[in-house]
Nanobody, 123 residues
Framework: VQLVESGGGLVQPGGSLRLSCTASGRTFSSFAMGWFRQAPGKEREFVAAISRSGLGIYHVDSVEGRFTISRDNAKNTAYLQMRSLKPEDTAVYYC?????????????????WGQGTQVTVSS
């Protein structure tokens, strides 16, 4: 499956962005989806994940209540709605896919990755 992220950009602290991850090549609903991020000089880290059906949703504590992962299987797209953004949310954001139901949190567990989209939170 091929994954393409979009929706990144420059936003002021407290602002919002919605990232999209559009899949092609295989049945999107067969894949659990995850969002990860990587800041300069840091390791790639888990942000959020969603099961194939969308019923299982997981967020890392640092974004709980601010970020929301969702998916639309009819549109082959996963989303990450980000609100109340902070400078420490600045990173390249990646979506990832794994052909399983319950999404893992580990970077190495995912089979497919997008190219990433830059999110910069700065005044």
């Amino acid at each position: 499956v091929q994954l393409v992220e979009s929706g990144g950009g420059l936003v002021q602290p407290g602002g919002s962005l919605r990232l999209s991850c559009t899949a092609s090549g295989r049945t999107f609903s067969s894949f659990a989806m995850g969002w990860f991020r990587q800041a300069p000089g840091k390791e790639r880290e888990f942000v959020a994940a969603i099961s194939r059906s969308g019923l299982g949703i997981y967020h890392v504590d640092s974004v709980e209540g601010r970020f929301t992962i969702s998916r639309d299987n009819a549109k082959n797209t996963a989303y990450l709605q980000m609100r109340s953004l902070k400078p420490e949310d600045t990173a390249v954001y990646y979506c990832a896919a794994k052909a399983t139901d319950i999404p893992p949190r580990g970077v190495s567990a995912y089979d497919y990755w997008g190219q990433g989209t830059q999110v910069t939170v700065s005044s």
